[in-house]
């Protein structure tokens, strides 16, 4: 026991100076924690420096874990699988297998309930963070139960029912718009006839795909982004949200009682400009992903448009990219990540067919350049020393040479296309890499384990 005690004085005695440096050479949280285990001074230490990293914050970023369903198929807790040795821990975090997880940010999953309260998670200390519920989520799924009934009232009819709807549940309002049969179309030639009809066809394909794909409430958000980690700074976090139907925006602040809801009565004209075209070209189904970055959340949608939200006192939202058609089929899938370089990359997704059935066979990669001037997106061949982790996640660069084991230069990716788990099940998981096109796959489900939720990649968290 002396001796024990005699070598864990020793330790203690290293200079702060030497200790900081030492952490701040450390890139895994895994030798974060060894690190912690040698004694209480170096926990202490440790604990100060993953709070308040006196080097740069950007080498806080872990590296991802792929959270699966146990070799078991246990129906309380899930395995973590490292890209880096392609092996399974052998602990295990208790989140049980039949709930899907709406997201993950800073080590926190995200959780909606049948009531459409949101929880976020750490498995990894165990505390729970309980939101309340988004009420605009009861409107939709009110219209969804009603509208067999809605169908056969004459169109003004239910147009004045929906506005009850919307005012009981504090719903957007929207400009009544006449019935079909009302409108004539006029077509100048052929071409604009084909248009016309590519149009109904994918909007029969909205209708299809659209209210199973968020009839059950653990499916109604598609993306949760923190703006820390609630741990660090349990007062002053957001929660940015993409939500419902039309994938639209909502955020919440540490203490709030009720979320705001980013609609276009609060945005400038230029904004407004974009989300009222949404209704015609559907756009406010395309809103796909949200990074955080120097006290902004970002949002980027399928067809190019980037927002800028801030958030902190005065909500005020920018256009910073218009429309494009770079990429606005439906078997192309939208991610934003922030690089490790400060860098916001639009990256896509290509499914192999239409209809999402397959496997990813590509990934394309846009930079935004001339942030301050003109800013659009610019296709880029390579990211460098960086690794993307993209899926239900919060999307994560970092820097691979940190990592023994992960590849520079490369996208990791996992299914998140949830639209279509009945086809094979959520088992799209692989790794791309840009220098040569191709797709590997790093770990493979066993096919009972396809029958549960899918995947979703985690940062392990100190705290």
């Given at each position: 026991?002396?001796?024990?005690?005699?070598?864990?004085?020793?330790?203690?005695?290293?200079?702060?100076?030497?200790?900081?440096?030492?952490?701040?050479?450390?890139a895994s949280m895994v030798d974060f924690i060894r690190f912690s285990a040698v004694c209480s001074d170096w926990r202490q230490i440790a604990y100060e420096n993953y709070r308040n990293p006196p080097y740069d914050p950007q080498r806080r970023?872990?590296?991802?874990?792929?959270?699966?369903?146990?070799?078991?198929?246990?129906?309380?807790?899930?395995?973590?699988?490292?890209?880096?040795?392609?092996?399974?821990?052998?602990?295990?975090?208790?989140?049980?297998?039949?709930?899907?997880?709406?997201?993950?940010?800073?080590?926190?999953?995200?959780?909606?309930?049948?009531?459409?309260?949101?929880?976020?998670?750490?498995?990894?200390?165990?505390?729970?963070?309980?939101?309340?519920?988004?009420?605009?989520?009861?409107?939709?799924?009110?219209?969804?139960?009603?509208?067999?009934?809605?169908?056969?009232?004459?169109?003004?009819?239910?147009?004045?029912?929906?506005?009850?709807?919307?005012?009981?549940?504090?719903?957007?309002?929207?400009?009544?718009?006449?019935?079909?049969?009302?409108?004539?179309?006029?077509?100048?030639?052929?071409?604009?006839?084909?248009?016309?009809?590519?149009?109904?066809?994918?909007?029969?394909?909205?209708?299809?795909?659209?209210?199973?794909?968020?009839?059950?409430?653990?499916?109604?958000?598609?993306?949760?982004?923190?703006?820390?980690?609630?741990?660090?700074?349990?007062?002053?976090?957001?929660?940015?949200?993409?939500?419902?139907?039309q994938s639209r925006l909502a955020f919440i602040k540490s203490g709030d009682q009720h979320w705001t809801y980013i609609d276009k009565s609060i945005c400038d004209q230029n904004v407004r400009d974009v989300l009222e075209s949404g209704y015609?070209?559907?756009?406010?189904?395309?809103?796909?992903?949200?990074?955080?970055?120097?006290?902004?959340?970002?949002?980027?949608?399928?067809?190019?448009?980037?927002?800028?939200?801030?958030?902190?006192?005065?909500?005020?939202?920018?256009?910073?990219?218009?429309?494009?058609?770079?990429?606005?089929?439906?078997?192309?899938?939208?991610?934003?990540?922030?690089?490790?370089?400060?860098?916001?990359?639009?990256?896509?997704?290509?499914?192999?067919?239409?209809?999402?059935?397959?496997?990813?066979?590509?990934?394309?990669?846009?930079?935004?350049?001339?942030?301050?001037?003109?800013?659009?997106?610019?296709?880029?061949?390579?990211?460098?020393?960086?690794?993307?982790?993209?899926?239900?996640?919060?999307?994560?660069?970092?820097?691979?040479?940190?990592?023994?084991?992960?590849?520079?230069?490369?996208?990791?990716?996992?299914?998140?296309?949830?639209?279509?788990?009945?086809h094979g099940g959520p088992n799209d998981i692989g790794v791309f890499n840009l220098q040569d096109g191709c797709v590997r796959r790093h770990y493979t489900l066993t096919h009972s384990q396809r029958l549960m939720p899918p995947s979703i990649?985690?940062?392990?968290?100190?705290?």
């Open positions: 026991m002396a001796s024990q005690s005699n070598s864990e004085s020793v330790w203690a005695s290293l200079p702060e100076e030497l200790l900081d440096s030492i952490l701040g050479r450390l970023h872990q590296l991802p874990l792929l959270m699966v369903p146990t070799p078991d198929s246990s129906t309380d807790t899930r395995s973590l699988y490292d890209v880096r040795g392609k092996r399974l821990y052998d602990f295990r975090v208790k989140v049980p297998y039949h709930r899907r997880c709406a997201g993950s940010s800073h080590g926190w999953l995200i959780f909606v309930h049948d009531s459409y309260q949101v929880t976020l998670f750490n498995p990894f200390s165990g505390k729970s963070i309980h939101l309340p519920p988004i009420r605009r989520l009861f409107f939709e799924k009110r219209i969804r139960d009603e509208v067999d009934e809605m169908s056969v009232l004459p169109h003004f009819e239910k147009y004045q029912y929906e506005k009850k709807l919307r005012d009981e549940y504090d719903e957007e309002e929207e400009e009544y718009v006449p019935d079909i049969d009302e409108i004539v179309f006029y077509s100048d030639g052929e071409d604009e006839g084909d248009e016309l009809e590519q149009d109904e066809e994918e909007e029969s394909r909205d209708l299809e795909f659209g209210p199973k794909r968020f009839h059950e409430s653990e499916y109604s958000i598609v993306r949760g982004v923190l703006s820390t980690n609630p741990e660090i700074n349990p007062n002053g976090y957001f929660l940015m949200v993409i939500y419902g139907t015609v070209h559907r756009g406010l189904w395309y809103r796909r992903d949200i990074v955080y970055r120097n006290s902004l959340f970002y949002v980027l949608d399928k067809l190019g448009v980037l927002l800028s939200c801030d958030v902190k006192t005065n909500l005020k939202v920018e256009k910073i990219t218009g429309l494009d058609t770079l990429h606005n089929k439906w078997n192309h899938k939208t991610y934003l990540v922030e690089s490790s370089e400060g860098d916001l990359l639009r990256v896509i997704r290509v499914i192999e067919d239409e209809y999402c059935y397959g496997m990813t066979i590509k990934f394309v990669v846009y930079k935004l350049v001339d942030f301050c001037g003109d800013p659009h997106w610019t296709e880029v061949n390579s990211l460098g020393n960086d690794a993307l982790f993209l899926g239900d996640n919060h999307s994560i660069s970092v820097v691979a040479y940190d990592f023994v084991g992960c590849q520079p230069n490369s996208i990791y990716f996992c299914d998140d296309c949830d639209d279509f788990y009945n990649w985690i940062s392990p968290t100190f705290l």
